[in-house]
């Protein structure tokens, strides 16, 4: 088993940053790759970024340029560094980890509220 806790969400101006975290326990060494996913009001759950164990990355097209995904292994956290902040990026983000055996983990979600 694997918990996951999201941290940092808030409410920010447009422009704005916020740094999310995901601090990670259980049987740590079980996951493959990491990720970052956000469902907003009436949508369904979408990737934003995902991170393997070996550090590769990938984004959805929408975020590339702005947000940043990585992981801290000493410390089990994975991060999105999230700069010029949308409106349209509001959402509650969801931290998601997946086993060597396709088990899907996911955190509670944070909110993340982007308007002037």
């Known amino acids: 088993q694997v918990q996951l806790v999201e941290s940092g969400g808030g409410l920010v101006q447009p422009g704005g940053s916020l740094r999310l975290s995901c601090a990670a326990s259980?049987?740590?060494?079980?996951?493959?790759?990491m990720g970052w996913y956000c469902q907003a009001p009436g949508k369904q759950r979408e990737l934003v970024a995902t991170?393997?164990?070996?550090?590769?990355?990938n984004y959805a097209d929408s975020v590339k340029g702005r947000f940043t995904i990585s992981r801290d292994n000493a410390k089990n956290t994975m991060y999105l560094q999230m700069n010029s902040l949308k409106p349209e990026d509001t959402a509650v983000y969801y931290c998601?980890?997946?086993?060597?055996?396709?088990?899907?983990?996911w955190g509670q979600g944070t909110q993340v509220a982007v308007s002037s």
């Open positions: 998601k980890a997946v086993s060597y055996r396709s088990v899907a983990y």
């Open positions: 259980g049987y740590i060494g079980s996951i493959t790759y």
């Open positions: 991170i393997t164990s070996g550090g590769t990355t």
